[in-house]
């Protein structure tokens, strides 16, 4: 029976932190920059009446999630000037219920674990997507800074996405009982 010396146990970080490493750096660098804080899994292979290209689901995956994100923290921070993913009917709720938080004193807290995302409509003239999200979250209800309430839910949304200043906005979300 062999003894794991303070020498072996160096080699084996040593070797175990050279694998990290090459195993990062295989991965260009724009990838792991762009690595979104909300999980957002889409499927367009249903899409209708056109095809979904590949580069447009990154970037919808990209801005949705960024949407998501900004969404989740100025519910937080009660900061309508970070709805910037945004536009129309969509960011008119999200402004409503900044403001109505701000008024009762309280306020929500999202934590997001991820959306898993079909596409069932994308325009033929790429003007528009219709979205069907499925979305994990943890709701906080704080008060000042202690969370008075807390749940685990799943909620379905109806997202309309449309292309503006480089990038994709959400234009209408609507809350649905289920698909």
């Given at each position: ?5 303070t020498?072996d146990i ?10 990290l ?9 724009h ?17 209708a ?6 580069s447009?689901v990154?970037?919808v995956?990209?801005?949705?999630s960024?949407?998501w ?7 937080d ?8 993913g945004f536009?129309?009917?969509a960011?008119e709720q ?5 403001a109505?938080?701000?008024?009762n004193g309280?306020?929500?807290?999202y ?8 596409v069932a ?5 790429g ?9 994990q ?15 685990q ?19 209408v979300?609507?809350s649905?009982?289920?698909?």
């Open positions: 029976m062999r003894i794991i010396s020498l160096r080699y084996i970080l040593l070797a175990l932190g050279l694998l490493l090459l195993s990062v750096a295989s991965v260009p660098l990838v792991l920059a762009a690595a979104p804080d909300v999980a957002i899994k889409i499927d367009a292979s249903g899409a009446p056109r095809q979904v290209e590949d447009t990154q970037a995956a990209r801005d949705y960024t949407a994100k900004n969404l989740g923290r100025a519910v921070e009660n900061r309508p000037d970070l709805l910037n536009v129309g009917s960011r999200a402004s409503k219920l900044i109505s938080q701000k008024q309280l306020r929500q807290r934590v997001d674990h991820g959306h898993n995302a079909t409509f994308y325009s033929v003239d003007s528009s997507m219709l979205v069907h999200d499925t979305a979250f943890e709701i906080q209800q704080l008060d000042g800074s202690n969370v008075v309430h807390s749940e839910v799943t909620l379905h949304y109806l997202a309309l996405l449309t292309p503006a200043e480089n990038s994709w906005k959400v234009r979300l609507e649905v009982p289920g698909f």
